[in-house]
């Protein structure tokens, strides 16, 4: 993942901690497809879809959208799976 695209992800996650004013943009469907992909919902032909299932599973308001707060826990999801698997390989 290059530079920038994790700086959108990271900055989408940290307005979904803070709450944002105005909507944001939804995050770059390049990044996105990766990390469902890590936490297990497969993506295929339709993004909105595999968001609406992830949004379904954590627990959000399936909508479609990786607005703040769907970006935020895809992240951070992301994070404790590779944690957990940098633990396993040791």
Known sequence: M???G???????AVGGLI???DA????DPEIVR????????PVGESLEEAVRTFQERVGLEPD???GP???HLLARYTKEIRELRL????
Not at 34 to 41: D, I, S
Not at 87 to 90: Q, T
């Open 19 to 21: 709450g944002w004013s």
């Open 24 to 27: 944001p943009p939804p995050a």
């Open 69 to 71: 707060r769907t970006v």
């Open 2 to 4: 290059s530079a920038r």
């Open 64 to 66: 479609g959208v990786a």
């Open 34 to 41: 990766p990390l469902l992909t890590e936490v297990g919902v």
């Open 87 to 90: 633990g396993m390989a040791a």
């Open 6 to 12: 994790m700086l959108s992800v990271v900055g989408t």
